[in-house]
Each structure stands twice: as structure tokens, then as C-alpha cells.
């Protein structure tokens, strides 16, 4: 099934089973993926997905019930962050391969310490612990998800969601003009545009094309500053105990490349992320009211073969 909710499907059944779709494929990732790298990220990446769909319906939970799952999720995912973030670091390092010398004989060096330092000396732990761990987390939490209630069950829980998310996206997009280089500022901006893309492609019903073109907009953005996340990774390793066995030319060739690439990706980042968060959020969740009400009408007046609840341009785009 598809992460989006449907035009004639009741609302708590919805997240219900898009909830549970997604941490059934979290499960799975991490039961039966031979690539540790890939499986860990995609199992983060269905968490994600979770935590957007349950920050869309926060009203309807209740504040109290939505931190606790969230913060649940967000564990879960942090035990599995470390595995990913070495992973992270060494693509990282291995794509400057074919930089200048200087440049790429610091990050094959720093590459070869990494790859000879033990699983858990640097803190990451044993892979497979966690994911032991994750699993009986995401068991218990899948358990809980079928029986997920809403107050009110209507979509005027997903409107008050919605724009809850985007102000908080305004908010932080404030933030971090202000702040440019403060990466608590960057990091809610980036959590923000990925609630946004992933709360899109949820209630893409209301408007597939728009609803999806926003989606990719805002995939864009926390794209950009999620690889200004990865170079932060790097940054950190750098001033760890591996980046210190290096000599001090190394440290420095890597840490300028680090400081250029901070600028051209926040350069990029913070005009989009404008314009993505430039409507009020009050404007957005009435138009998305009115928008879904006018899909959900013509969904019930229009014959079954030409309206239904997956339309054409909706399935071309999952």
C-alpha cells in the first residue's frame, strides 16, 4: 500500500495503516537485508516516514501521546544512526579519490585509520546489537499503532497538523538566516523540510500535481542540508581521536574542503528553503482544507472508472 492517506478512507484507519505499513518494512529491512549499509537506511528512512505522519495528526493525538511515540521512534533510530554514520564517512572519503593530492592523500589516510579501528572503539557499538534492539522496539510500537485513536478523527486534525509543521518550518528558517553557521539552527530547518516533503506526499490527494511538486521542493532542501549534515560527520572525526593521528597538513586540507562545501550548500539551501516556507502557514492549511474537501466531493459525484482514490498522476509518482 502507499504512504497517503485516501480521499474516502476514515482518518484514524489511515494512519493506522500507513503507520503500521511503514514500521512492518522497518522490520523487515532490518531482518532480512544482507547489505548492512543499505538495510539501516532504509529501515531510518520508514521511521521517518512515521514520525511525519504522526506530527501531521499531533491534534489528534494529543501532545502528550505524540512525544512519547516520537521520542520512541527517534531512539530507534539514533541506535541504528551509528553504523550509518561511518558508512556516511567513508563515502564521503572516498569520493575525494580524485581530488587534488593534498586533499586526497588526507582522506585516504584518514580512510585507512577509520577501516583499521575495531567495531565499537569509536562508540558506534555492535551493528548487530542494535538492530536486535530496534526490532523489539519497532514489535512493541506496532502493537501500539493498531490501536491508535483520534481526537477529533477528521481532516480537520490533518489541517491544524499541518500548519502546527509549517510554522514550526517558518520558525526555523528564521532561525537560521539569523544563524547561518549554527548547525542546531540548520538541523530543525532540515527536520522541518523533511516533515513538509513527507506531509505532502500524504495528502497529495487534495492535488497530486501540486501537492507532489511542493513534496520534491522540499526533498530538495533537506537534501542539500542533509549533505551539510554528512560533512559535519566528517568535521567530527576529524577533531576525534582518529583525526588527530593525523599530521596537521592533513587536518588542514580537510577541513578547508569542509568549509567550502558548508558554504555552497547553505548558499543553496536557505534561498529554496525561502521560498518553500514563504506562504503563512494559516494560508496553507485553508487552502489544503479546501483543496481536499473539492477532491473528496468530486471523488463521491464522478463514476468509479474515472475518479477513484489512486488516480493516475498519483501512481506514476509513488
Not at 489511515?14 to 537506511?41: K, M, P, W, Y
Not at 504522526?54 to 512519547?68: I, K, S, T, W, Y
Not at 506526499?201 to 551539510?228: F, M, N, S, T, Y
Not at 577541513?255 to 496553507?284: M, N, T, W, Y
Request: glycine share 6%.
Amino acid at each position: 500500500m502507499a504512504y497517503r492517506l485516501k480521499l474516502k478512507e476514515p482518518l484514524a484507519k489511515g494512519v493506522r495503516r500507513i503507520a503500521g505499513e511503514q514500521l512492518g518494512n522497518a522490520a523487515a529491512r532490518l531482518e532480512g537485508g544482507s547489505d548492512l549499509e543499505t538495510s539501516v537506511h532504509e529501515a531510518r528512512k520508514s521511521l521517518k516516514r512515521t514520525r511525519a505522519l504522526l506530527r501531521l495528526v499531533r491534534p489528534g493525538l494529543g501532545d502528550a501521546n505524540f512525544r512519547e511515540a516520537n521520542a520512541r521512534l527517534r531512539d530507534i533510530a539514533r541506535g541504528l544512526s551509528a553504523a550509518r554514520d561511518r558508512d556516511v564517512v567513508r563515502r564521503l572519503l572516498n569520493g575525494l579519490s580524485d581530488a587534488k593530492p593534498p586533499l586526497a592523500k588526507a582522506a585516504g589516510r584518514l580512510l585507512a585509520i577509520i577501516d583499521a579501528t575495531p567495531v565499537g572503539a569509536n562508540g558506534s557499538g555492535d551493528p548487530r546489537h542494535n538492530i536486535a534492539e530496534a526490532l523489539r522496539e519497532i514489535a512493541d510500537m506496532r502493537h501500539e499503532i493498531a490501536e491508535i485513536a483520534l481526537h477529533p478523527a477528521s481532516f480537520e486534525t490533518i489541517v491544524a497538523g499541518l500548519t502546527k509543521s509549517h510554522r514550526a518550518g517558518r520558525k526555523a528558517l528564521s532561525r537560521a538566516l539569523e544563524l547561518p553557521d549554527d548547525a542546531e539552527a540548520l538541523h530543525d530547518l532540515r527536520k522541518a523540510a523533511q516533515a513538509y516533503w513527507r506531509q505532502m506526499i500524504l495528502i497529495q490527494q487534495a492535488w497530486p500535481e501540486a501537492c507532489l511538486a511542493r513534496a520534491a521542493a522540499a526533498k530538495l532542501v533537506a537534501d542539500l542540508l542533509g549533505h551539510d549534515h554528512d560533512i559535519a560527520l566528517l568535521e567530527s572525526v576529524l577533531a576525534g581521536a582518529e583525526g588527530q593521528t593525523l599530521t596537521v597538513a592533513d587536518r588542514r586540507a580537510l577541513s578547508r574542503h569542509c568549509a567550502v562545501r558548508h558554504g555552497a550548500l547553505r548558499s543553496e539551501a536557505l534561498p529554496k528553503a525561502q521560498i518553500l516556507f514563504s506562504e503563512k502557514s494559516d494560508q496553507l492549511g485553508a487552502r489544503v482544507r479546501s483543496l481536499w474537501n473539492a477532491a473528496r466531493e468530486a471523488a463521491r459525484s464522478a463514476p468509479r472508472a474515472e475518479v477513484g482514490d489512486e488516480p493516475t498522476a498519483v501512481r506514476r509518482s509513488s
